[in-house]
Protein backbone atom coordinates (compact mmCIF):
# COMPACT_ATOMS: atom_id res chain seq x y z
CA UNK A 1 0.00 0.00 0.00
CA UNK A 2 1.65 3.25 -1.39
CA UNK A 3 0.53 6.77 -2.15
CA UNK A 4 2.19 9.67 -3.49
CA UNK A 5 0.44 13.61 -3.41
CA UNK A 6 1.92 16.07 -5.32
CA UNK A 7 0.85 19.66 -4.73
CA UNK A 8 0.28 22.28 -7.13
CA UNK A 9 3.93 23.78 -6.44
CA UNK A 10 5.22 20.74 -7.53
CA UNK A 11 6.05 19.45 -4.10
CA UNK A 12 5.50 15.58 -3.48
CA UNK A 13 5.17 13.06 -0.47
CA UNK A 14 5.02 9.61 -0.19
CA UNK A 15 3.43 7.88 2.20
CA UNK A 16 4.02 4.08 2.79
CA UNK A 17 3.93 0.91 5.60
CA UNK A 18 7.68 1.93 6.24
CA UNK A 19 9.53 5.39 7.57
CA UNK A 20 9.10 7.91 8.16
CA UNK A 21 5.45 8.57 6.80
CA UNK A 22 3.46 4.80 7.90
CA UNK A 23 0.68 4.72 5.75
CA UNK A 24 -2.11 2.85 8.22
CA UNK A 25 -5.22 2.95 6.36
CA UNK A 26 -6.67 4.56 2.60
CA UNK A 27 -9.92 5.15 2.26
CA UNK A 28 -12.61 6.08 -0.79
CA UNK A 29 -10.97 4.87 -3.75
CA UNK A 30 -13.11 1.52 -4.90
CA UNK A 31 -17.11 3.16 -3.41
CA UNK A 32 -18.79 6.58 -4.49
CA UNK A 33 -22.07 7.47 -3.49
CA UNK A 34 -24.40 8.80 -6.42
CA UNK A 35 -27.16 11.45 -6.69
CA UNK A 36 -30.16 9.83 -8.18
CA UNK A 37 -32.94 12.39 -9.94
CA UNK A 38 -36.92 11.19 -9.99
CA UNK A 39 -40.16 12.63 -10.58
CA UNK A 40 -43.51 11.55 -8.70
CA UNK A 41 -46.72 12.07 -10.00
CA UNK A 42 -49.63 12.57 -7.49
CA UNK A 43 -50.77 8.99 -6.20
CA UNK A 44 -48.33 7.35 -8.64
CA UNK A 45 -46.29 4.01 -6.96
CA UNK A 46 -42.80 4.36 -6.90
CA UNK A 47 -41.38 7.28 -9.31
CA UNK A 48 -39.95 8.17 -12.76
CA UNK A 49 -35.99 7.75 -13.33
CA UNK A 50 -34.81 10.87 -14.81
CA UNK A 51 -30.81 10.69 -14.39
CA UNK A 52 -28.09 10.17 -11.98
CA UNK A 53 -24.79 12.13 -11.29
CA UNK A 54 -21.70 10.91 -8.97
CA UNK A 55 -20.87 13.02 -6.11
CA UNK A 56 -17.45 14.01 -5.19
CA UNK A 57 -15.25 11.44 -4.05
CA UNK A 58 -13.76 11.73 -0.45
CA UNK A 59 -10.62 9.75 0.36
CA UNK A 60 -9.24 9.90 3.92
CA UNK A 61 -5.45 9.01 4.75
CA UNK A 62 -4.53 7.92 8.31
CA UNK A 63 -1.55 6.86 9.60
CA UNK A 64 1.68 7.90 11.57
CA UNK A 65 5.12 9.62 11.39
CA UNK A 66 7.85 7.70 12.61
CA UNK A 67 10.92 9.49 14.04
CA UNK A 68 14.12 8.47 16.14
CA UNK A 69 13.79 11.71 17.99
CA UNK A 70 10.80 14.45 19.27
CA UNK A 71 13.17 17.26 16.85
CA UNK A 72 12.62 14.86 13.70
CA UNK A 73 9.04 14.39 14.96
CA UNK A 74 8.59 18.17 14.42
CA UNK A 75 10.30 18.57 11.19
CA UNK A 76 8.36 15.88 10.04
CA UNK A 77 5.35 17.08 10.54
CA UNK A 78 5.82 20.58 9.45
CA UNK A 79 7.26 19.38 6.09
CA UNK A 80 4.20 16.77 5.89
CA UNK A 81 1.74 20.53 6.62
CA UNK A 82 3.40 22.44 4.01
CA UNK A 83 3.10 19.61 1.36
CA UNK A 84 -0.55 19.00 2.44
CA UNK A 85 -1.89 22.68 2.38
CA UNK A 86 -5.76 23.45 1.94
CA UNK A 87 -4.44 26.37 0.01
CA UNK A 88 -2.93 24.74 -2.78
CA UNK A 89 -4.94 21.77 -5.51
CA UNK A 90 -3.07 18.35 -5.82
CA UNK A 91 -2.58 15.39 -7.28
CA UNK A 92 -3.29 11.98 -5.78
CA UNK A 93 -1.30 9.05 -7.19
CA UNK A 94 -2.12 5.35 -6.29
CA UNK A 95 -2.11 1.83 -7.96
CA UNK A 96 -0.50 3.42 -11.42
CA UNK A 97 -3.64 6.00 -11.49
CA UNK A 98 -3.63 9.87 -10.55
CA UNK A 99 -6.93 11.95 -9.41
CA UNK A 100 -6.98 15.59 -8.85
CA UNK A 101 -7.87 16.66 -5.44
CA UNK A 102 -7.94 19.74 -2.89
CA UNK A 103 -7.01 19.17 1.22
CA UNK A 104 -10.30 19.33 3.13
CA UNK A 105 -8.29 18.71 6.13
CA UNK A 106 -4.97 17.73 7.33
CA UNK A 107 -3.52 17.37 10.99
CA UNK A 108 -2.38 15.16 13.99
CA UNK A 109 -3.83 13.01 16.64
CA UNK A 110 -2.80 14.42 20.28
CA UNK A 111 -0.06 11.77 21.40
CA UNK A 112 1.91 11.42 24.52
CA UNK A 113 5.14 9.98 22.49
CA UNK A 114 5.80 12.87 20.73
CA UNK A 115 7.85 10.36 18.19
CA UNK A 116 5.20 8.41 17.14
CA UNK A 117 2.37 11.10 15.87
CA UNK A 118 -0.99 10.14 14.15
CA UNK A 119 -1.83 11.89 11.06
CA UNK A 120 -5.08 12.34 9.23
CA UNK A 121 -6.04 13.56 5.93
CA UNK A 122 -9.15 14.02 3.74
CA UNK A 123 -8.81 15.00 -0.07
CA UNK A 124 -11.83 16.14 -2.08
CA UNK A 125 -11.93 15.28 -5.01
CA UNK A 126 -14.44 17.25 -7.71
CA UNK A 127 -13.97 14.74 -10.30
CA UNK A 128 -14.51 11.23 -8.82
CA UNK A 129 -12.81 9.66 -11.78
CA UNK A 130 -9.24 8.20 -11.16
CA UNK A 131 -7.37 8.60 -14.76
CA UNK A 132 -4.18 6.76 -16.40
CA UNK A 133 -1.19 8.81 -15.38
CA UNK A 134 0.07 9.16 -18.74
CA UNK A 135 -2.04 10.40 -21.75
CA UNK A 136 -2.84 7.86 -24.53
CA UNK A 137 -1.95 9.34 -28.13
CA UNK A 138 -3.72 7.64 -31.29
CA UNK A 139 -2.54 8.63 -34.69
CA UNK A 140 -5.33 8.56 -37.35
CA UNK A 141 -3.53 9.87 -40.28
CA UNK A 142 0.33 9.89 -40.16
CA UNK A 143 3.20 8.77 -41.57
CA UNK A 144 5.09 5.51 -41.04
CA UNK A 145 8.73 5.80 -40.72
CA UNK A 146 10.52 3.07 -43.03
CA UNK A 147 14.17 4.08 -42.61
CA UNK A 148 15.82 1.50 -40.77
CA UNK A 149 19.99 0.77 -40.13
CA UNK A 150 22.05 -1.22 -42.20
CA UNK A 151 20.85 1.24 -44.94
CA UNK A 152 21.21 0.42 -48.50
CA UNK A 153 20.03 2.86 -51.11
CA UNK A 154 19.39 1.25 -54.52
CA UNK A 155 19.88 2.63 -57.36
CA UNK A 156 16.07 2.60 -58.33
CA UNK A 157 15.66 4.29 -54.55
CA UNK A 158 14.12 3.74 -51.95
CA UNK A 159 11.39 4.77 -49.37
CA UNK A 160 12.20 6.72 -46.20
CA UNK A 161 7.76 6.44 -45.02
CA UNK A 162 4.49 5.80 -46.21
CA UNK A 163 1.10 7.54 -45.56
CA UNK A 164 -1.02 5.10 -43.45
CA UNK A 165 -3.73 4.13 -45.63
CA UNK A 166 -6.91 4.10 -43.41
CA UNK A 167 -8.98 7.34 -43.50
CA UNK A 168 -10.69 5.08 -40.29
CA UNK A 169 -9.46 4.12 -36.81
CA UNK A 170 -11.06 2.60 -33.83
CA UNK A 171 -10.28 4.20 -30.87
CA UNK A 172 -10.34 1.55 -27.50
CA UNK A 173 -10.84 3.27 -24.58
CA UNK A 174 -10.38 0.98 -21.85
CA UNK A 175 -11.82 3.22 -18.99
CA UNK A 176 -15.32 2.58 -17.22
CA UNK A 177 -16.68 5.96 -18.58
CA UNK A 178 -16.59 8.40 -21.57
CA UNK A 179 -13.70 10.63 -21.60
CA UNK A 180 -13.36 13.57 -23.13
CA UNK A 181 -9.81 13.94 -25.70
CA UNK A 182 -7.77 16.63 -27.72
CA UNK A 183 -7.65 16.35 -31.25
CA UNK A 184 -4.54 17.83 -32.91
CA UNK A 185 -5.01 18.47 -36.42
CA UNK A 186 -1.35 19.37 -38.22
CA UNK A 187 -0.84 20.71 -41.93
CA UNK A 188 1.44 19.44 -44.13
CA UNK A 189 0.90 21.37 -46.80
CA UNK A 190 -2.69 23.42 -47.81
CA UNK A 191 -5.67 21.96 -46.34
CA UNK A 192 -8.79 22.86 -46.33
CA UNK A 193 -11.90 22.60 -43.96
CA UNK A 194 -10.49 19.16 -41.57
CA UNK A 195 -12.68 17.36 -39.75
CA UNK A 196 -12.98 14.38 -37.96
CA UNK A 197 -16.40 12.53 -37.61
CA UNK A 198 -17.40 9.78 -34.76
CA UNK A 199 -18.79 7.20 -37.01
CA UNK A 200 -21.06 5.78 -33.96
CA UNK A 201 -22.72 8.84 -32.92
CA UNK A 202 -22.93 11.15 -36.34
CA UNK A 203 -20.96 13.56 -34.19
CA UNK A 204 -18.19 15.59 -35.66
CA UNK A 205 -16.18 18.11 -35.74
CA UNK A 206 -15.21 20.60 -38.79
CA UNK A 207 -13.02 23.34 -38.48
CA UNK A 208 -14.17 26.41 -41.44
CA UNK A 209 -10.51 27.35 -42.51
CA UNK A 210 -7.36 26.46 -44.69
CA UNK A 211 -4.66 25.71 -42.88
CA UNK A 212 -0.68 26.50 -44.17
CA UNK A 213 1.70 23.87 -44.33
CA UNK A 214 3.27 24.21 -40.53
CA UNK A 215 -0.30 25.48 -39.18
CA UNK A 216 -1.39 23.57 -36.14
CA UNK A 217 -5.45 23.76 -34.56
CA UNK A 218 -6.24 22.22 -31.19
CA UNK A 219 -9.74 21.27 -30.21
CA UNK A 220 -10.64 19.86 -26.29
CA UNK A 221 -13.95 18.21 -25.89
CA UNK A 222 -13.48 17.96 -22.25
CA UNK A 223 -16.37 18.53 -20.27
CA UNK A 224 -16.02 22.28 -18.43
CA UNK A 225 -13.30 22.56 -21.02
CA UNK A 226 -14.27 22.82 -24.71
CA UNK A 227 -12.11 24.57 -26.37
CA UNK A 228 -10.51 25.35 -29.61
CA UNK A 229 -6.89 27.03 -30.10
CA UNK A 230 -4.52 27.98 -32.93
CA UNK A 231 -1.00 27.03 -31.83
CA UNK A 232 2.15 28.68 -33.40
CA UNK A 233 5.17 27.56 -31.81
CA UNK A 234 4.50 29.09 -28.18
CA UNK A 235 1.97 31.26 -29.05
CA UNK A 236 -1.41 30.09 -28.32
CA UNK A 237 -4.50 31.59 -29.77
CA UNK A 238 -8.42 31.03 -29.46
CA UNK A 239 -10.07 29.52 -32.87
CA UNK A 240 -13.01 29.01 -31.80
CA UNK A 241 -14.65 31.47 -34.35
CA UNK A 242 -13.41 28.64 -36.90
CA UNK A 243 -15.80 26.00 -35.54
CA UNK A 244 -18.36 24.77 -37.38
CA UNK A 245 -21.54 25.32 -36.16
CA UNK A 246 -23.40 21.86 -36.44
CA UNK A 247 -19.71 20.20 -34.90
CA UNK A 248 -20.11 18.58 -31.85
CA UNK A 249 -17.50 18.06 -29.19
CA UNK A 250 -18.04 14.67 -28.62
CA UNK A 251 -16.80 11.82 -26.05
CA UNK A 252 -15.30 8.83 -26.24
CA UNK A 253 -17.43 6.32 -24.86
CA UNK A 254 -16.16 3.30 -23.07
CA UNK A 255 -14.94 0.40 -25.43
CA UNK A 256 -14.48 0.65 -29.27
CA UNK A 257 -15.05 3.79 -31.15
CA UNK A 258 -14.91 3.86 -34.62
CA UNK A 259 -13.28 7.49 -36.17
CA UNK A 260 -12.65 9.11 -39.61
CA UNK A 261 -10.88 12.20 -40.68
CA UNK A 262 -11.22 14.62 -43.73
CA UNK A 263 -10.94 17.30 -45.59
CA UNK A 264 -12.62 19.75 -48.50
CA UNK A 265 -9.37 19.91 -49.83
CA UNK A 266 -5.92 17.86 -49.75
CA UNK A 267 -6.61 15.31 -47.51
CA UNK A 268 -3.50 13.85 -47.62
CA UNK A 269 -1.57 16.91 -46.36
CA UNK A 270 -3.35 16.73 -43.05
CA UNK A 271 -2.16 14.63 -39.87
CA UNK A 272 -4.67 13.97 -37.38
CA UNK A 273 -3.84 13.09 -33.61
CA UNK A 274 -5.57 12.35 -30.17
CA UNK A 275 -5.07 12.41 -26.90
CA UNK A 276 -6.42 10.88 -24.13
CA UNK A 277 -7.03 9.30 -20.43
CA UNK A 278 -9.29 6.54 -19.91
CA UNK A 279 -11.40 7.25 -16.50
CA UNK A 280 -11.91 4.81 -13.70
CA UNK A 281 -14.86 4.20 -11.25
CA UNK A 282 -12.25 3.60 -8.66
CA UNK A 283 -8.89 1.82 -7.97
Not at 60 to 86: M, N
Not at 182 to 203: C, H, K, Q, S, W
Not at 270 to 280: A, G, H, N, T, W
Request: charged residues 20%; glycine residues 8%.
Amino acid sequence: MEITYINANGKSITLKQSRPYFLKKIDGTGDIRQTVNTFKAPDQDGAFYISSTLDMRNITLEGTVIADTPDEAYARRHSFLQIFSPKVNGTLLYRERQISCVVEEAGFTVSTRQRIPGFFVSLLCPSPFFETQDEVREELASWIPMFEFELGIPESGMEFGMRQPSQIITVDNIGDVSCGCEIVFRALGTVTNPELLNMDTGGYIRLLTTMSIGDELRVYTHFAGKRVVSVDGSTITNAFSLLDTGSAFFQLAAGVNTLRYDASVNMELLEVSIYYRPQFLGV
